[in-house]
C-alpha cells in the first residue's frame, strides 16, 4: 500500500510554495509520495492568462526534481474536470493506494464552491496547509461550519490511513509567500521557456 497526497491545481507556473506545500506534507502525513494533479482547466478560474497545460506540465516537473512528487495530467487522460470525478477514476485505478487530498486555506475558504464537495470528503481524508491572510476565510467559509465536526488532531496526522470519512487535518509550517499571480505579473511570457511540443509523459499512467 502507498500513502499518496494528492495536490491539485492549475500550476500556472509551478513554483516552490507548491514544493514546500508537498514537502512539508510529506513528512507531517508520512507519505510515500505527493501527485500534483495539473488542471487541464480549473472550472473556477477563467481561461484567461491559462498557459498551456504541456508548458504547466513542464514548469512543475522542473519544480519538483530530486523529491518524491510526481507531476502529472493523468485529469486529462481521465477526461476529468472536477476533483470528485478524479478522486472516483483515481480510486479505481489504484485500489492499492491510500489517497489523501491536499489543499491550502485559500481552497478551503471556496470549498463549498466546488461541485460535490461533501461527496469528496466522504472520498478521501483532506489535509489543509495554512496560507497566509486567508486563515479567517477558511475557518468561517459554509464548508468549514460542515467539516469543523470531523477535524482531527494534528498530532494524529501520520495515522490518517485510518481514520474513518470525513476526516480533516488543519497543518500549520513556515509558509512561503511565493504567488503564481506575482510571477505571472513579473514574466508574462514565462511559459516560452518550455517546450510547446505534445504534453511530456504522464508519470502516474505507469
Given at each position: 500500500m502507498k500513502r499518496i497526497g494528492l495536490l491539485g491545481g492549475s500550476f500556472n507556473p509551478a513554483h516552490r510554495g507548491h514544493r514546500a506545500i508537498s514537502l512539508h506534507a510529506l513528512r507531517a502525513l508520512q507519505l510515500d509520495e505527493v501527485w500534483w494533479l495539473v488542471s487541464p482547466g480549473n472550472p473556477?478560474?477563467?481561461?484567461?492568462?491559462?498557459?498551456?497545460l504541456a508548458a504547466r506540465l513542464a514548469s512543475a516537473r522542473r519544480i519538483a526534481r530530486h523529491a518524491p512528487i510526481r507531476p502529472s495530467a493523468i485529469e486529462q487522460r481521465l477526461k476529468t474536470r472536477y476533483t470528485v470525478?478524479?478522486?472516483a477514476n483515481l480510486t479505481r485505478l489504484y485500489p492499492r493506494h491510500r489517497f489523501i487530498w491536499l489543499m491550502g486555506g485559500d481552497n478551503l475558504a471556496q470549498f463549498d464552491q466546488w461541485r460535490g464537495w461533501r461527496r469528496i470528503a466522504r472520498q478521501v481524508p483532506i489535509a489543509v496547509i495554512a496560507r497566509p491572510g486567508y486563515d479567517r476565510d477558511a475557518h468561517a467559509s459554509p464548508a468549514m461550519s460542515w467539516l469543523r465536526r470531523f477535524v482531527r488532531p494534528a498530532r494524529q496526522a501520520k495515522n490518517w490511513t485510518k481514520w474513518s470519512l470525513p476526516a480533516l487535518v488543519?497543518?500549520?509550517?513556515?509558509?512561503?509567500?511565493?504567488?503564481?499571480?506575482?510571477?505571472?505579473?513579473?514574466?508574462?511570457?514565462?511559459?516560452?521557456?518550455?517546450?510547446r511540443g505534445r504534453t511530456?509523459?504522464?508519470p502516474s499512467s505507469h
Open positions: 473556477l478560474k477563467p481561461d484567461t492568462g491559462m498557459a498551456p470525478d478524479t478522486l488543519l497543518l500549520r509550517f513556515r509558509p512561503d509567500t511565493t504567488s503564481a499571480t506575482r510571477l505571472r505579473a513579473a514574466d508574462p511570457g514565462w511559459h516560452r521557456r518550455f517546450t511530456p509523459p504522464d
